[in-house]
């Protein structure tokens, strides 16, 4: 048991006191203070005005690749495959050896048709020579006419002979050089068809294998009756001359950005396809590093028009809704506006707007989650710049 002293105790109740009077303050104090609301300020956004540069119409369209050059390559003559001298996929060359079919038969023939041939022209030489010695005999009354008519006739059956003996020459060589299955073209070489050992061309031209030429390589693809009409009423000079004009075209692969291939209008129909309205069109490409295969779908995109100058805006400030396309513009007193707008042509990561915008705008580049149309924002003022290639300057990455 603790016991206090009346001096403790004097000094406890002072303390207690102490402590309950500043307790009565505080509160008291606190109870005077009123809370009130203080909303947060304006979310902050950056506005650009849009920027004037070239932008080219054009058309956007699908299409496939194709070979400019497809071969099957045959047995022309009858014979055993012996040799297969190139490798399946490869690219080879013109005139690159790549089957050899049995020879020595075909030399054998060509040996013989040789031969004849000399036959004949011993005997050709043979008539002349009887032919003219009748001749001066009958001058001199020493032979009868029936000798030097007769002696013409051998004359001219022995040139006759030499002539078909010439030509079966010619065919014997020709049949020899079949047993070479050279490559018609450069190109890619698909897999053989026929091993070495088999019988091939025995009643039948048997195919060995397939070529492709795919540099250049082809691009087809259509058109609609809407654009086509389009593209002849501004190119009406084009339209009427007799060769297909030089229009440049553009190809671009699944897995590429962009259209980094350039090539050349090539090809039109000369009539539309009644069951879908569209006109089969074809362009080439070079294709040096064989990059681009046969059979590949393409994105394809054709100017239709000169570079004309046009209002250009990042892509990334345009929004898409049930209504079009929008951009959300902050007026003069910092609140936000949704105004529709026309989309024209891309050019680069620059879109042009032919509708709905003016020089003078200032359009949300970015923070526009944080904008919303009727609500005030805090604009922060940035000049954008197209550059040559129509990328976006200025205006920091979303």
């Not at 000094?11 to 505080?26: D, K, Q, S």
């Not at 002979?161 to 450069?186: C, G, H, I, K, W």
């Amino acid at each position: 048991m603790i016991r206090t002293t009346p001096h403790r105790r004097g000094n406890l109740r002072r303390t207690l006191a102490g402590t309950l009077t500043y307790l009565l303050f505080v509160v008291g104090s606190g109870c005077d203070r009123s809370n009130t609301y203080a909303p947060p300020p304006p979310p902050q956004v950056i506005v650009s005005q849009p920027v004037e540069g070239p932008v080219t119409p054009y058309l956007e369209l699908t299409g496939n690749t194709q070979a400019s050059k497809t071969a099957e390559l045959r047995a022309r003559v009858e014979g055993y495959l012996e040799k297969i001298l190139f490798r399946e996929g490869e690219i080879v060359k013109e005139g690159q050896l790549l089957f050899l079919i049995q020879q020595n038969t075909y030399e054998a023939k060509l040996k013989e048709a040789k031969a004849q041939l000399l036959a004949d022209k011993a005997r050709l030489k043979h008539a002349e020579t009887e032919y003219i010695r009748f001749s001066g005999l009958l001058k001199q009354n020493a032979a009868a006419q029936t000798d030097v008519d007769r002696w013409r006739y051998e004359r001219d059956a022995a040139q006759a002979a030499v002539m078909a003996s010439e030509a079966n020459v010619d065919l014997a060589q020709l049949n020899l050089s079949y047993t070479e299955v050279r490559a018609p073209f450069t190109g890619r070489a698909g897999r053989r068809l026929k091993d070495p050992g088999n019988l091939v061309g025995a009643g039948e031209k048997t195919v060995l294998a397939e070529i492709n030429q795919i540099d250049p390589i082809y691009a087809y693809f259509t058109i609609s009756e809407q654009d086509l009409l389009r593209v002849r009423g501004q190119h009406q000079d084009e339209a009427t001359s007799p060769r297909v004009p030089d229009v440049p075209v553009f190809l671009g692969l699944v897995n590429e950005d962009g259209y980094p291939h350039q090539g050349k209008l090539d090809f039109a129909g000369i009539r539309l396809d009644p069951t879908t309205g569209t006109l089969l069109l074809r362009a080439i490409f070079p294709n040096p590093d064989y990059s681009i295969l046969p059979g590949l779908f393409a994105r394809l995109k054709a100017p239709v028009d000169v570079a004309q100058s046009a209002l250009l805006i990042p892509v990334e400030a345009i929004g898409y809704d049930q209504l079009g396309p929008y951009v959300l513009v902050v007026n003069d007193k910092n609140l936000v506006e949704r105004r529709s707008i026309a989309a024209g042509p891309p050019s680069g990561r620059m879109l042009s707007v032919s509708d709905g915008l003016k020089s003078t705008d200032w359009i949300v580049v970015d923070g526009l989650l944080r904008a919303i149309p009727g609500k005030e924002v805090a604009p922060v003022r940035q000049p954008l710049a197209a550059d040559s290639t129509g990328n976006s300057a200025g205006a920091p990455a979303r």
